[in-house]
């Protein structure tokens, strides 16, 4: 049977290139909203941390109607950190919408999303977006896609794939650049006639793959998943299978059921072949799980999520200052968070370690860590955190491999010998450059995932801001030797206090502070970056010794620079291997591994005579 009054569609791009914007203007023009209501721009960016930094993390679920059919939109992450959210839900729909920014074109992101939907055979819709740019070259960009699309071997069905050309901004469609476009009709008359419908048994056995999970703290675990054959039903009893675990079987029963519809859950007593839902009070549901009816229990093939590359490692804080600032903070509290995000992050990996006060997790890049770490402490929690490093593997040979990256680079043309430069101390191989004639230049380099870490920072200094840089994972090369990662040594404090302005400003000749006046400090705290490259103790503490001629208001008179402060990122990109860094809801502050200066002298020497 197929469904015709259905079409399941994600939408999928490189970060940046209108996804969500372009969900919104499907949202609008589908009549979810009444025409006076105030919407925020995306609308879809539910997650504070989203809306901050204006990218997706989560993978969402919408539904729109169009002259009578039901388009179930999942809107899905742009960043490679998060391809692991792209992977599984690819298996929920029957075709997907490319959207590429008509001048970027084709970014590293995009051969990823694009190279796992031609994999599961799906039928490619191309969106061109932003066609209302200044810089815009929607022609060039259309050749760009048709040869990436021969280069990741699409058949002859998926290179003959529909082109729109869109401006999501300002709402609007067309299938030529020759004809005037008014809304996004053509957009969705596209999706309705080319992407197929979904088929399946509706007579047959219930199945039901769960690619997503949600969580509510007042239901708990919420499975989403589609229909692939048979009904679903509230109070029916089904049973959990896993198509990776062949002995896993367990009976549970449909509580509540819901479809979606524009942005909100619909509570529905049935739904059949095709719908994608939404399955409540199933405590131990899990991502690859099939719900399927007892008597005859199935499982469905899932897409095997690609594995993570970088770990760090998640400490219980045991600094002077700990407890004082976070809510959780014992190792129980610890544990237990972590292995909570595993039931919704399939591309995480947390291990438990020797001791019970670490644990170290993994995952597909700095900033997919990043957001669990800001994640954390906004819920209160309160720890310590290691320099990330990445996951080696050996060959048959014994010969040690590590993760590659297919760095893409944009920069302005007086920046690309520096750019160069660096790439080349962190060993970086150059495969292509070419110039854009716009006083940018395009590099494109090979370069050992950890050659990366730290360098974003550095890179936004090199080229004052102006340069993008793009990252994806480009499987495993050869150990390409030793990188230097910071040029740079720590200012550390000597003693544990309070900040004077007096310390701070003999300590400023050292180098960069990190702190102002009257912050906390404590011995082996990390206040500042040296100018040189060893570790200087300072004294940020220190009074000015007060004699008949000397008074301690002079201290107004000094002048001190203004402190760098560091967000998470660049804190986390600073750290070296003998750091960490403590956060909690209020402050992040960056340590030594070992505070005591005598312990640490020790260790030290130890290494350097091993």
């Not at 399927?292 to 002077?320: G, W």
């Not at 520096?418 to 191989?429: M, N």
């Not at 940020?540 to 010794?545: F, H």
Request: contains cysteine.
């Amino acid at each position: 049977m197929i469904r015709e009054d259905i079409r399941n569609i994600a939408i999928i791009a490189h970060v940046d290139h209108g996804k969500t914007t372009l969900v919104d203007e499907l949202l609008k023009q589908s009549g979810v909203f009444r025409s006076n209501q105030n919407v925020m721009e995306r609308v879809m960016d539910s997650n504070a941390i989203e809306r901050e930094r204006g990218i997706t993390i989560l993978s969402k679920n919408t539904a729109v109607s169009y002259n009578g059919v039901k388009i179930n939109i999942i809107d899905t992450p742009g960043h490679a950190d998060f391809g692991g959210e792209v992977e599984r839900v690819l298996k929920m729909v029957n075709g997907v919408v490319l959207v590429v920014d008509a001048f970027e074109g084709p970014m590293p992101q995009t051969k990823f999303v694009l190279k796992k939907a031609l994999e599961l055979s799906l039928p490619v819709i191309v969106c061109i977006n932003k066609i209302d740019r200044p810089e815009a070259r929607p022609s060039v960009v259309v050749d760009e896609v048709l040869e990436l699309l021969m280069e990741l071997d699409a058949d002859d069905s998926q290179l003959d794939c529909p082109f729109i050309f869109a401006s999501a901004k300002a709402g609007i469609a067309t299938l030529s650049m020759e004809e005037e476009a008014t809304d996004m009709t053509p957009l969705f008359e596209t999706i309705i006639n080319y992407i197929p419908a979904p088929q399946g048994d509706p007579d047959k056995s219930t199945q039901v793959l769960i690619s997503t999970i949600d969580y509510n703290e007042y239901v708990g675990r919420i499975g989403i998943g589609k229909v692939d054959n048979g009904t679903i039903k509230v109070n029916q009893d089904v049973v959990l299978v896993n198509a990776h675990e062949p002995d896993y079987n367990v009976k549970v029963k449909i509580n509540k059921l819901y479809e979606f519809d524009g942005l909100k859950r619909v509570e529905v007593n049935e739904a059949t072949i095709g719908a994608i839902v939404a399955i409540s009070g199933i405590s131990d549901i899990h991502i690859g799980d099939t719900i399927c009816s007892p008597e005859n229990p199935e499982a469905i093939l899932f897409q095997k999520i690609s594995e993570p590359t970088i770990a760090m490692f998640f400490i219980v804080n045991d600094s002077p200052l700990a407890g004082t600032e976070g809510k959780f903070v014992t190792s129980r509290h610890l544990r237990e968070r972590l292995f909570r995000e595993l039931n919704t992050d399939v591309s995480l990996r947390v291990e438990e370690t020797e001791t019970t006060e670490s644990f170290k997790v993994s995952g597909r890049g700095e900033l997919h860590l990043s957001v669990l770490i800001e994640n954390m402490r906004r819920e209160g929690y309160e720890f310590s955190v290691s320099k990330a490093e990445v996951l080696y593997k050996t060959d048959e040979q014994g010969k040690k491999l590590e993760p590659m990256e297919h760095a893409m680079i944009d920069v302005p043309d007086e920046f690309t010998g520096t750019v160069i430069e660096r790439l080349g101390q962190r060993k970086g191989e150059m495969i292509n450059m070419h110039s854009s004639g716009t006083g940018y230049t395009r590099l494109e380099f090979s370069i050992p995932a950890r050659g990366l870490i730290g360098y974003r920072g550095e890179f936004l200094t090199d080229t004052k801001g102006n340069g993008i840089i793009n990252t994806l994972f480009d499987g495993y090369g050869p150990y390409k030797g030793d990188i230097q990662y910071r040029k740079s040594g720590s200012l550390i404090a000597f003693e544990s206090g309070e900040s004077i302005t007096y310390g701070l400003f003999n300590a400023q000749e050292r180098g960069v502070l990190f702190i102002g006046a009257g912050v906390k400090v404590y011995s082996g705290m990390v206040v500042g970056q040296n100018a040189k490259t060893e570790d200087i103790e300072v004294n940020v503490c220190k009074r000015k010794q007060l004699t008949n001629t000397r008074a301690s208001g002079s201290d107004d008179s000094l002048k001190l620079s203004p402190p760098k402060l560091l967000s998470l990122e660049q804190a986390l990109e600073f750290i070296e291997t003998d750091e960490l860094l403590e956060v909690t809801p209020q402050n992040l502050r960056i340590r030594k591994k070992i505070l005591d200066p005598t312990m640490r002298m020790r260790d030290k020497r130890n290494k350097q005579s091993n």
